[in-house]
């Protein structure tokens, strides 16, 4: 039980005013960002990044750096749900599949018992997959820490193999979108010899494309291009939540116990292999819906089909940090920026992160535990506030937003071309996402892009060329075969259905 | 914004979808291209610069290829509209401000760029009187500029007008 011992000691370190202060901070900002269109998770963690430099500075400050974007992550989660119910605009990708049944409820004048099982569910979620963190981890990382090139290149492959397999979105669509990223990733100094690629004499390109510009352009500017085809109004259902109808809500959720133990192991599953919460929310509903007794009523404002995809997305949403602390390969887009923000405060993600910087992860995961109570708390608390933010006309807060996303790009490196190039992302961002390109891999593959690289050009090394490097002993050889067959998966999945047809 | 020919597709789906997969199939060939000048074989230290980018161009090229061919199959069908002609003026009434917007901030500073753009929309697409743009937009600078100058210290583009009020 040292994972106990740890979490304890990880308690010490984030039960600090201080932390505890951030945690709300953070929660709020977070819900904000994900009420607000064309702010979510991952951008609003991308440009508020910049403002945790000199907080990482202090002894300690990562911690707390980290607890205050992670903060803002879970706020982001339970934020997409108001916006879901009420207006029946997902204020996040995860949670279109509530709007199934939540936005239905409303209409029937019971938001608060459709908000109430969607907090709860979400902290549910949540909690089940920090549970699996805290034992899970720990071990993925002693194991990790015998990888070396080969194995680490397997888990890469691995990853971005998933991403074809397991999308919704065409397998070619998403294949030709991963590699856009790692083109994108190799613009610049070449990791292994220095050479200058793909610059075309430009210097701004001396340093490559930075992939929080990306995040900010891609999900920002983009969403708000797609979220104005839609007009500029908001016409919602009204936001009241008293303890009555909590403690009610409270007392029916306990039926759907199967429910919520089925989608927070598909969460988990889907947010530790990155699938993400999106895919997660939508299985795990669809799941729910076929055991469901009156699954045909589902659409028709059902609370169980409120309560699945919402435990799932927060589970796959919370999981997919298992993989970004344990090996250093984020399992979301959000993930991915948190991702980014460890390197740039001089973090070295992996499995050696458990060993050298102990109090920052075990500070980290006893957050997730205080920082999903206090989300709960503010959501149950405050959403007639966040209600109201959604009321403020577009004609306002579109260009509000505008200008973050700006300041955002400016601050990455203090660089008007940054500002360029986020709008030249959120235009791409627009045309892909109205496409079905999907924007996940692209960022994956330019955050990974250049590890994914000089592990693989260092596999070779130790190879000599030799491509059977990936298969040369059980380990290696298991990762790139799952990864091989995940990549094989549309495929096989439609001769599966060619032979069922015929 | 009422007019005729709102609802009508400005371009449709297809035209879309065959212009990406060609735009994806440049970027596979400029990769391709550069890949090669930098060597895409072996030296005595291991792989050339251009080994690992190349694959990645070929794979660029013939994704875009195999979703080019897609696009031209579903031709036969329908071909729903990719942005409609109300959607596209929406679109680029905000689109063509905020470009605007982004080359101000360097002779303006973001600050006083920040506010323009705020005012512009806010009189021009909300309809908002005079004072309560000016209040907003104004304010929300203000704002920015204490969390970010005051509050954080970390220095945005300024121009003119903050020299003027010696806020540099």
């Not at chain 1, 709300?24 to 064309?38: A, M, S």
């Not at chain 1, 589970?315 to 887009?333: I, K, N, Q």
């Not at chain 2, 031709?75 to 679109?91: D, I, S, Y």
């Amino acid at each position: 039980m040292e994972e106990i011992q740890s979490l304890m000691q990880g308690f010490g370190v984030a039960l600090t005013l201080k932390n505890v202060a951030l945690m709300f901070t953070g929660i709020i900002l977070g819900v904000i960002i994900g009420v607000l269109p064309g702010l979510g998770g991952a951008n609003g963690v991308a440009i508020l990044l910049p403002l945790t430099f000199s907080m990482s500075q202090v002894p300690g400050g990562t911690t707390s750096a980290i607890i205050l974007l992670s903060c803002i992550y879970w706020g982001a989660l339970f934020g997409g749900a108001i916006t879901s119910i009420l207006f029946n605009i997902p204020g996040e990708p995860w949670s279109v599949a509530t709007t199934f049944d939540g936005y239905p409820m409303a209409q029937q004048g019971r938001a608060g018992e459709a908000l109430t099982a969607a907090f709860t569910s979400s902290f549910v979620g949540a909690l089940v997959a920090v549970i699996v963190i805290t034992f899970l981890s720990p071990l993925v990382a002693s194991f990790a820490l015998e990888f070396g090139p080969p194995e680490f290149f397997s888990v890469y492959l691995l990853t971005f193999c998933a991403f074809v397999g397991m999308s919704k979105e065409p397998p070619f669509k998403t294949l030709a979108m991963m590699m856009l990223g790692f083109a994108l990733a190799a613009v610049g100094t070449d990791p292994v010899t220095g050479t200058l690629r793909l610059t075309f004499g430009s210097t701004h390109l001396l340093t490559g494309f930075d992939f929080l510009i990306a995040v900010i352009g891609l999900f920002g500017i983009g969403e708000i291009l797609l979220t104005l085809e839609e007009g500029l109004a908001f016409k919602g259902a009204s936001a009241k939540l008293n303890v009555k109808v909590v403690l009610e809500t409270w007392k029916e959720l306990p039926k759907y116990w199967l429910t919520s133990i089925r989608s927070s192991v598909v969460g988990c599953f889907m947010g530790i292999v990155p699938g993400g919460a999106t895919p997660a929310s939508f299985m795990s509903y669809g799941v729910a819906r076929r055991f469901s007794k009156d699954g045909d009523k589902f659409g028709t404002g059902k609370v169980e089909g409120v309560v699945a995809p919402e435990t799932a997305a927060h589970a796959a949403g919370t999981a997919a940090l298992l993989p970004m602390l344990t090996l250093g390969v984020p399992g979301s887009p959000t993930a991915a920026v948190l991702l980014g923000g460890l390197l740039i405060w001089g973090l070295q993600p992996g499995p050696l992160l458990f060993v050298e910087q102990k109090d920052f992860v075990w500070g980290l995961i006893a957050s997730m535990y205080l920082g999903n109570i206090v989300g709960l708390i503010v959501v149950l608390t405050c959403v007639p506030l966040f209600a109201a933010i959604l009321r403020v006309p577009f004609s306002v807060i579109a260009p509000i937003i505008m200008v973050i996303c700006a300041i955002g790009a400016y601050t990455v490196h203090n660089s008007m071309f940054d500002v360029w190039m986020m709008l030249v992302f959120g235009v791409l961002g627009y045309v892909f996402k109205k496409l079905q390109y999907p924007l996940a891999p692209l960022v994956l593959a330019i955050v990974l892009g250049d590890r994914a690289e000089s592990s693989f050009r260092q596999s070779m090394l130790v190879s000599q060329g030799d491509m059977t490097v990936f298969f040369s002993n059980a380990l290696v050889g298991s990762l790139t075969g799952l990864a091989l067959f995940l990549l094989a998966w549309p495929l096989i999945s439609l001769a599966i259905a060619r032979l069922r047809q015929s | 914004m009422a007019g005729s020919g709102e609802g009508k597709a400005a371009f449709g789906v297809r035209t879309a979808e065959m212009f990406t997969a060609a735009g994806f199939f440049a970027i596979g060939a400029i990769v391709i291209f550069d890949s090669l000048r930098l060597g895409i074989g072996w030296q005595e230290d291991g792989p050339k610069a251009g080994y690992f980018p190349f694959y990645i161009g070929v794979i660029i090229c013939f994704s875009s290829l195999v979703n080019l061919v897609a696009a031209l199959a579903a031709a036969r069908k329908k071909n729903p509209a990719f942005v409609e002609v109300g959607q596209l003026r929406l679109v680029l009434s905000v689109l063509v401000p905020t470009a605007v917007y982004v080359g101000l901030i360097g002779w303006t500073g973001i600050y006083v760029a920040s506010a323009l753009f705020v005012a512009l929309f806010m009189r021009w697409l909300g309809k908002y009187v005079w004072w309560k743009v000016a209040a907003v937009s104004i304010g929300n600078s203000v704002v920015f500029f204490v969390i970010f100058e005051v509050w954080f210290k970390i220095p945005l583009p300024k121009g003119p007008l903050e020299a003027l009020l010696r806020l540099n």
